[in-house]
């Protein structure tokens, strides 16, 4: 049997004053639950079909290769007793090496690169596995408060069978030097937890002349639960 345990200390608070526009988009009133039917927690269906073959590889352009350090992502997406969870669509979006997103208002004065779009998508296999190819992302300043820069990071999305079935959250770096003032790192609660929002340097699958490799396996829930945006049932 499943056993389902508190887990509200291992997610950031939807107001919190070190992060500042939060303020300003967290929800004001209660939370209202609405009942899913059926069809909200049946389908759509995520199939080998709706990803294309080349999704997972962030590198590669219309006219080459993106710029910067070639890095392989990967890991598994759990339930909190190991279980594998299988058919998740993993989605990730991040800045290019420059620290720039292809984002319109994007101002930071890095170069953009016009062959990296910063977005991919992968399912996860029968063993809750993914693997992404793509481009370490750089550091970049943001107006948060005075000298405030984000460490480089990758976002991430999983969608479970449905569209409502859905847990944002973001993947760190090891010994980044910025994780002492950065908001979205610092809200977690428990420390422990913080610290699982950061991978782990993995040299046995980094390739030879390729890429470096870097493994973070995703926690749904439970005492080991990966960090998300908005706490979850």
Same mark, same amino acid.
């Given at each position: 049997?499943?056993?389902?345990?508190?887990?509200?200390?291992?997610?950031?608070?939807?107001?919190?004053?070190?992060?500042?526009?939060?303020?300003?988009?967290?929800?004001?009133?209660?939370?209202?639950?609405?009942?899913?039917?059926?069809?909200?927690?049946?389908?759509?269906?995520?199939?080998?079909?709706?990803?294309?073959?080349?999704?997972?590889?962030?590198?590669?352009?219309?006219?080459?290769?993106?710029?910067?350090?070639?890095?392989?992502?990967?890991?598994?997406?759990?339930?909190?007793?190991?279980?594998?969870?299988?058919?998740?669509?993993?989605?990730?979006?991040?800045?290019?090496?420059?620290?720039? +997103?292809?984002?319109?208002?994007?101002?930071?004065?890095?170069?953009?690169?016009?062959?990296?779009?910063?977005?991919?998508?992968?399912?996860?296999?029968?063993?809750? +596995?993914?693997?992404?190819?793509?481009?370490?992302?750089?550091?970049?300043?943001?107006?948060?408060?005075?000298?405030?820069?984000?460490?480089?990071?990758?976002?991430?999305?999983?969608?479970?069978?449905?569209?409502?079935?859905?847990?944002?959250?973001?993947?760190?770096?090891?010994?980044?030097?910025?994780?002492?003032?950065?908001?979205?790192?610092?809200?977690?609660?428990?420390?422990?937890?913080?610290?699982?929002?950061?991978?782990?340097?993995?040299?046995?699958?980094?390739?030879?002349?390729?890429?470096?490799?870097?493994?973070?396996?995703?926690?749904?829930?439970?005492?080991?639960?990966?960090?998300?945006?908005?706490?979850?049932?």
């Amino acid at each position: 049997m499943t056993r389902f345990r508190d887990d509200s200390e291992s997610h950031p608070p939807m107001d919190y004053a070190g992060y500042k526009s939060t303020a300003l988009r967290h929800p004001k009133q209660p939370l209202i639950a609405l009942p899913h039917r059926l069809t909200e927690v049946t389908g759509p269906v995520f199939g080998d079909d709706r990803v294309g073959e080349h999704d997972h590889d962030l590198t590669q352009g219309p006219g080459g290769e993106a710029v910067g350090q070639r890095i392989i992502v990967h890991g598994h997406v759990k339930e909190d007793d190991g279980r594998p969870v299988p058919d998740t669509l993993v989605e990730i979006w991040q800045a290019n090496a420059g620290g720039r +997103y292809r984002h319109q208002v994007d101002r930071w004065p890095s170069p953009l690169d016009p062959n990296f779009t910063g977005a991919g998508r992968t399912l996860t296999d029968k063993d809750g +596995y993914f693997r992404f190819l793509t481009i370490k992302p750089g550091a970049y300043p943001w107006r948060n408060h005075p000298n405030a820069w984000r460490p480089a990071h990758i976002h991430f999305s999983l969608f479970g069978r449905a569209f409502t079935q859905r847990l944002v959250t973001q993947m760190y770096f090891p010994d980044d030097p910025l994780f002492f003032q950065d908001p979205m790192y610092n809200s977690i609660r428990d420390e422990r937890a913080a610290k699982r929002m950061v991978s782990a340097f993995d040299y046995e699958s980094t390739e030879d002349h390729w890429a470096l490799a870097y493994r973070w396996d995703i926690v749904l829930r439970g005492e080991e639960a990966t960090p998300t945006e908005e706490p979850h049932a």
